[in-house]
């Protein structure tokens, strides 16, 4: 089983950049692909990012193409989203997750097994 935290969230306005990370607690991280979704307020969660276990593969949500990009560090166990030129549609509570035992990257929310709580993202116009 593995733990997830995320952190970095806050107030920007757009135009603007934040960093989200996301720790995880276990000695399995480097095993599980991992994802970012998001939830604005009266929507469904939706996909943001996710990357493949080794890195190696990334995939992307066409709204946040060329603006975001998800990395990892499998030796601090933390995941991470880089998040450039931010619109106000980007508002939204941002969510990491993990998958078990999936060998490349995953877009939909049932091919997860862990969630962290969310972080709060706000972009003001």
């Known amino acids: 089983q593995v733990q997830l935290v995320e952190s970095g969230g806050g107030l920007v306005q757009a135009g603007g950049s934040l960093r989200l990370s996301c720790a995880a607690s276990?000695?399995?991280?480097?095993?599980?692909?991992m994802g970012w979704f998001r939830q604005a307020p009266g929507k469904e969660r939706e996909f943001v990012a996710a990357?493949?276990?080794?890195?190696?593969?990334?995939d992307y949500a066409d709204s946040v193409k060329g603006r975001f990009t998800i990395s990892r560090d499998n030796a601090k166990n933390t995941l991470y989203l880089q998040m450039n030129s931010l619109k106000p549609e980007d508002t939204a509570v941002y969510y990491c997750?993990?998958?078990?035992?999936?060998?490349?990257?995953?877009?939909?929310?049932?091919?997860?097994?862990?969630w962290g709580q969310g972080t709060q993202v706000t972009v003001s116009s």
């Open positions: 997750a993990a998958a078990r035992g999936f060998y490349g990257t995953a877009r939909k929310r049932g091919d997860y097994d862990y």
């Open positions: 276990g000695r399995t991280f480097s095993t599980y692909a």
């Open positions: 990357i493949s276990w080794s890195g190696s593969s990334t």
